[in-house]
């Protein structure tokens, strides 16, 4: 069931929170050694929340349309009294004295947390094989990566471990999985939602996310994070509108900009053809639409790689052995030793080379070749996006360039994973919202359509993925685990 079906049946007496938490239970013990969704497993946690849900819903106290329905936090939040791991060995026994914005706002609303879900290492990477703790499967394949680096909760919204889930979006990490995985993942725009108590990896790039099962769940999943937070410097002081009302159906008078180098070269023909499809089913119920140039978008991985990786290698320089986290257990007397034992053995091989290649951007010499540089060419991947919104509602392309690809199959091809993000990384650049919804299957593994639009216009994204998903059945498509 979605969220918005769960809540329709509680309202209606036919359904307690209890009894749809323990359906979700149930179902992690029954497929969780499948598909590895989870780090931790919080059956008691979730039973008290949803016991609370009850009480208040039978008063009329409840707070959220939402309440009651079972939720999963991916692994880089922080949760007052639970781990935080960030899926690494660095932060395996962090347990933060407080709760991350967005898990306030779930806590407060009553949303039963089922559990934390595993990740690529401090979401660095495309794939969740990059975990210190285990591999995260595709319930559409098992031998198959969900993506990343927000697998764990694409994995656990689309095995029916969880109702709704929230990631995070640093190059693509919400919407590829989401893609991978058959289900909606949307990244809002850069200050939507609040990144208070997110573990970060690059600061001007990470962004928190609902993944759910439909387009309504999407909205409503918004509905209760967005806002402004003093807690945060970066959030927006932007009024929220509730987004369930741009729900309507129709895409009449809306235009929509095809960017041509989101099609070409690097994508499937296969995935392509999805994707052209529903691009021509938009167009065939109003939605007008054309082909832009956008020229900059080509140099999005490059710039990427270098301001990502610069940005991690500040972020994480506060791992150190001294403070909290990992501390080698190697005696020595000399600090620098302490640190470098420390941080080799804490952080795993993908994290140590972008913590590497980022100091390395950032030193005596290099700065201004490469992260200044990349700094301008950001600008200007953002002014194609400022030009093609000044002339069109959103923009269309696929999310990921692939299907689910298989585990380890990228394993020593550094740049194919990469590659992956191709479609994705200008999104987070730019700092735009972006929604991944189901739009086929290849070879019975799902495939992506990307929406995106201008700064703080996710409601018009979410009425364009509305209309295509209701015309589809892509979005009631279940695994069959």
């Not at 909205?219 to 937070?229: C, E, K, P, R």
Request: net charge negative; glycine share 8%.
């Amino acid at each position: 069931m979605t969220a918005h079906e769960v809540t329709e049946q509680i309202a209606a007496g036919q359904l307690s929170a209890q009894e749809a938490t323990e359906a979700c239970l149930s179902r992690i013990e029954a497929v969780e050694g499948q598909v590895n969704s989870f780090v931790t497993v919080t059956p008691q946690h979730a039973r008290e929340q949803a016991a609370q849900a009850d009480q208040k819903i039978a008063a009329g106290e409840a707070s959220n349309t939402l309440t009651g329905v079972a939720i999963g936090i991916k692994e880089v939040m922080c949760t007052e009294g639970l781990p935080s791991t960030c899926s690494s060995k660095m932060l395996e026994s962090f347990v933060p004295p407080y709760d991350a914005t967005v898990v306030e706002c779930s806590r407060d609303a009553l949303l039963p947390m089922v559990g934390k879900t595993n990740m690529d290492e401090f979401a660095m990477g495309s794939s969740t094989e990059n975990s210190a703790f285990q591999v995260t499967r595709n319930p559409w394949n098992l031998d198959c990566v969900p993506g990343g680096s927000s697998g764990g909760s694409a994995a656990a919204v689309a095995a029916g471990e969880a109702f709704v889930a929230l990631g995070s979006d640093t190059g693509g990490s919400i919407r590829q999985p989401a893609a991978l995985c058959g289900i909606v993942g949307l990244k809002p725009t850069y200050g939507r939602v609040s990144r208070y108590g997110l573990i970060a990896y690059a600061s001007s790039l990470d962004q928190i996310g609902p993944l759910t099962k439909d387009v309504t769940d999407c909205a409503l999943v918004m509905n209760l994070i967005s806002g402004h937070d003093p807690l945060d410097a970066t959030s927006a002081e932007v009024p929220v509108p509730d987004y369930t009302q741009h729900l309507t159906g129709s895409v009449d008078g809306l235009k929509a900009g095809v960017p041509v180098q989101l099609l070409g070269e690097g994508i499937d023909p296969q995935v392509r053809d999805c994707v052209q499809a529903a691009i021509d089913q938009l167009q065939d119920m109003g939605l007008e639409c054309e082909e832009v140039q956008m020229p900059h978008i080509d140099y999005s991985l490059p710039v990427y790689y270098i301001i990502a990786p610069a940005e991690c290698s500040s972020n994480l320089a506060r791992f150190d052995g001294v403070r909290y986290g990992y501390r080698t257990p190697t005696e020595t007397d000399d600090i620098n030793e302490l640190f470098s034992h420390t941080r080799a053995e804490g952080f795993g091989p993908e994290v140590r080379l972008r913590i590497m290649l980022g100091t390395y951007t950032l030193s005596a010499g290099y700065y201004d070749a490469y992260y200044l540089k990349a700094l301008k060419v950001r600008t200007l991947i953002k002014r194609d996006f400022d030009q093609a919104f000044a002339k069109y509602d959103v923009l269309l392309s696929p999310t990921s360039p692939t299907v689910a690809f298989k585990i380890g199959e990228r394993a020593d091809d550094p740049l194919a994973m990469k590659l992956a993000d191709i479609c994705t990384i200008p999104v987070n650049l730019a700092g735009i919202p972006a929604i991944s919804i189901p739009c086929g299957f290849v070879e019975g593994l799902p495939v992506g359509l990307q929406i995106m639009a201008g700064p703080f216009a996710e409601e018009k994204i979410l009425q364009v993925a509305y209309a295509y998903e209701q015309a589809n059945n892509w979005h009631k498509q279940r695994p069959a685990l």
